[in-house]
């Protein structure tokens, strides 16, 4: 008796024909081949669409921290702001002011477009002619990298002037803390040194009074102007009622000396607190008017001028308020006018961005259109045959 052999028909049904498969795909090449040009020209328009004209440029801000950046960085990235400055400044009706106008919508583009920048390396720092000083720790903030991205080329404006964006901002910012600061301090010393003053006035009187009484005593008893002077003690204030009275009147007449002096050192600082005061009080409601940081650090000179308008310069207090004013209001000049500034110019610096590049585009487009292609072709073929086995059984 002869044992059945197992069909084979059920393994043969899952091998793959390579003939079969090459055959398939030839005669859908024109469908292939059409998803695949499809897809590279899909990827080359990707890449078109995707271009960006990048401009870059670090802006040096002395006296900004990491440690104090995130205060300002808050500023930076305020949209409202940013739009306010730009009406402030009449920007918004130019080109490059309706471009960062509509760029201050979008809150994480304009975070993206200023990032602070730390410490350079050696390297850059021969690159861009900056030396960063001892007082420098590594990974100190030295400024903000502003790296604007349009899709139309700009060649640097857009750039200078988020640059005065951030200028009017740090000054902004930093000003409006200290002249207020400064407004509160300089009147509560004022009015400090003034009921010192008066303080010290009512002791003076007493001791006048004293001394009035002291020589009275001298006048109606003559021996007790006759002191013993082989033998100098010191003495805790209000023990000298025990020293003769031509000794108390000496010591008397000392006291009020060294109190008239005070008196006239407590009036120069008086003077000066109350210029002050008037200055930074000036000074602190002008910040809240709508003007911008620079012009702000300028009209400074003209708040000092009418505030020392009606004083004698002759006299050495009002000239050394002044001349401490003058000294302080150059610092402010030269920090952020003068030392902010450009490493390097970004006028010229523009560079083409494609992501992806325009050859990777066409590869990755061409690949992702001819696989696509080899997948519709195996459906199309195995559809094709599905359906004329089921008319067939039929």
Known sequence: MQIPQPSQQPY?????????????????????????????ILGVGASLISTKYVTDGLFMTPGVSA????????????GPRLQQYLRSTNQVST???????????????????????????????????????????????????????????TNGPPVALLAEYVRDTLIRVNFEGTMLARCADFRTREQELRNAQLTNDFAITQEERRVATLRDIIARNPEAAVSDNRQIVSLEKGSERFLSPAAQLVAAEIQIADMKLAEVRRERERVASALKRDYYCQAQQALQQPTTGPAFLEGLANIQTAIFQDQDKSVDIVEQTWNELDVERANWTNTYLRAMRFVASPDGTEIKERKPGMALGLVLGGLLGGMLGIFGALVRAWWKRDDTGSNGSD
């Not at 043969?12 to 498969?21: H, N, T």
């Not at 440690?67 to 305020?78: Q, W």
């Not at 080109?95 to 390396?121: C, I, S, V």
């Open 67 to 78: 440690a104090n950046y995130k205060r300002f960085e808050v500023v930076f990235s305020n």
């Open 12 to 40: 043969d049904d899952d091998e793959i024909d390579l003939r079969q498969l090459v055959k398939t795909l030839w005669r859908q090449k024109n469908l292939i081949v059409g998803t695949g040009v499809l897809g590279a």
């Open 95 to 153: 080109p490059y002011g309706a471009m960062l106008y509509e760029l201050a919508d979008n809150q994480d583009a304009l975070r993206d477009t200023l990032k602070p920048e730390f410490a350079f390396t050696d390297k850059d720092q021969k690159t861009f002619g900056v030396k960063v000083t001892e007082n420098d720790e590594p990974g100190a903030m030295i400024g903000v990298r502003i790296q604007f991205k349009h899709k139309e080329p």
